[in-house]
């Protein structure tokens, strides 16, 4: 295998064409990579197709133009322009890290009921068969698009030749609005953005070797709400084999755990809000997009234990939970799975930095970020327990305020979900999983000198865009290894050691300044954090 620091992407010509099942379609060269945008993969899912399954893309003459973005699926947006300038910088310098600085102007995108489009940037249109990573954004089940890492994903291609995929798929409600209680034919609608997914992974399946893939070589990788439906995906019969590795950052949560019932609570509670009568849902399909997506503003994204409009488990597609219990599926128990998260997901409940320790713990027992995680079975008796296991945990290396939130990031899906993950899958004893934890800091927008290993500050190093510089070491390691994860089946490289997770042996790989393995680092806060919970 050739080093890191070769060159891989070797496009040449200024516009290339592709020919798919479809049609021909025209990319263009973008540092050396083949980018093709917005290709439809489905066809329209609006009008009399709203909540309904996908059916595939259509034939087209002549040679499409896909050489801008695609649209996204309807969500609601909000001008810069509109907000406070304090408030303005803070969510540019998000995008700046997200994009690791790259240009990226979010006014190319625009929503539309018909979404059902992906990207491809390939390193190179040859006679090579190159492992595919599929991203599968995050967002919760709210928001988000394909569109950013596409834009900047050109160094991961170039320096590990791979194919990376990005997937449009419908959201909210159009994705996720549980219909089946009111009309068995929209039995499936709970679940339209998951079955949107596994028609983008046939279409990866049909046309990839035409970007020089290798269709029998493909890695889902997604963080947040993208694990999420990673996560749905290897619960569905219909997406089996059609992937054979699976990534999941930050995105861990008991599959097919939502009800029914909850499901339809959602949609009574979105029918009343447009003033429908239940026995008049049907109306629901007149009603304009735009109308729809007001009825969703100012939801919260992260929950407890959910995300709003999150798949509603059909027993066909997605089996039931009752018991909100860590499950494994026959359908992908031969998917190798590599699966983390960050030690302070919920860096957002942050409120004093300057905090004290008694502080912490009169937070702790009022639980004022109940709405986004209830710690059940805290008390007067445990909580400094809690906190001492916390601070030993770290060697009493972290502020008062980092505590906190490493506290109630551990309790929550986002945190802890990854290490229960990660069990669930080595006591299947099948194929391999593999564990870590983001400790590294990063610096915190908008939070002057504070940083942590906050939510999704991974996402933009693992596809090699790098705002802060000191960041760039532990970029290229992480990228490299997931990247081998994807190629070979093992994260393990030439300068970084990284065995398996095993139920014996919870060897777990902590990545920051200098990444390395333990055993089992978190094993006095997962023993303390059952025993509050049991």
Not at 4 to 11: H, I, L, T
Not at 385 to 400: G, L
Request: net charge negative.
């Amino acid at each position: 295998m050739k080093p890191v620091e070769q060159s891989w992407s070797q496009v040449t010509e200024v516009n290339p064409v592709i020919e798919i099942n479809t049609g021909k379609i025209m990319g263009f060269n973008r540092n050396g990579n083949g980018v093709f945008l917005g290709i439809p993969y489905g066809d329209r899912c609006d009008g009399e197709y709203r909540f309904k399954a996908p059916r595939p893309a259509t034939r087209w003459d002549g040679i499409r133009d896909c050489t801008r973005f695609g649209p996204i699926a309807m969500q609601e947006q909000n001008s810069l322009d509109t907000l406070p300038d304090a408030v303005r910088q803070v969510l540019l310098e998000y995008g700046k890290h997200f994009t690791g600085g790259t240009p990226y102007d979010k006014r190319e995108e625009y929503c539309d009921e018909n979404c059902l489009v992906l990207n491809v940037v390939t390193p190179g249109i040859d006679e090579r068969k190159r492992p595919v990573m599929v991203y599968i954004h995050g967002g919760g089940y709210m928001s988000g698009s394909g569109a950013v890492t596409a834009a900047i994903c050109d160094r991961l291609a170039d320096e590990e030749d791979i194919i990376i995929v990005t997937v449009n798929h419908r959201l909210n409600l159009f994705g996720g609005l549980y219909l089946g209680e009111l009309d068995e034919e929209y039995a499936e609608s709970g679940i339209a953005g998951q079955l949107d997914l596994v028609m983008a992974l046939q279409w990866i399946r049909s046309n990839i070797e035409k970007f020089s893939g290798d269709p029998s070589n493909v890695t889902l990788i997604g963080e947040s709400g993208g694990g999420i439906k990673i996560g749905h995906l290897m619960s569905m019969p219909a997406a089996k084999g059609l992937y054979s590795k699976a990534i999941i950052v930050s995105g861990s949560i008991q599959i097919g755990a939502k009800t029914k019932e909850q499901g339809t609570a959602e949609t009574l509670k979105v029918l009343k809000q447009l003033g429908i009568a239940k026995k008049n849902w049907r109306k629901l399909l007149e009603v304009p997009a735009e109308t729809l997506i007001g009825t969703i503003r100012g939801m919260r994204l992260v929950q407890e234990e959910s995300t709003p409009f999150y798949p509603t488990p059909d027993g066909v597609h997605i089996p039931f939970n009752p018991d909100r219990v860590y499950q494994t599926f026959d359908c992908s128990a031969e998917v190798a799975l590599l699966v983390g998260a960050s030690e302070e997901e919920l860096a957002m409940e942050v409120r004093d930095p300057m905090m004290t320790w008694e502080e912490v713990r009169i937070e702790l027992l009022k639980q004022s970020f109940a709405e986004v995680q209830r710690i059940k079975g805290l008390s007067e008796d445990n909580v400094d327990a809690v906190i001492r296991t916390f601070r030993d945990a770290c060697e009493d290396r972290k502020q008062p305020w980092k505590i906190l939130v490493q506290i109630i990031s551990m309790c929550h899906f986002l945190g802890g979900g990854a290490y229960k993950n990660a069990m669930a899958k080595a006591e299947q004893k099948v194929a391999p999983v593999w564990h870590y934890m983001t400790t590294y800091d990063s610096p915190m927008p908008g939070m002057g000198a504070l940083a942590c290993a906050w939510h999704t500050a991974d996402l933009p190093l693992i596809f090699r865009a790098v705002y802060h510089k000191e960041a760039e070491r532990l970029s290229k390691s992480m990228a490299h290894a997931l990247a081998s994860f994807a190629r070979t089946g093992s994260p393990a490289t030439e300068k970084l050691d990284w065995p398996a997770f095993t139920v014996e042996d919870k060897k777990t790989m902590l990545f920051d300044e200098e990444s390395g393995w333990k055993e089992d680092p978190y094993q006095a806060i997962h023993k303390i954090l059952a025993e509050i919970n049991t």
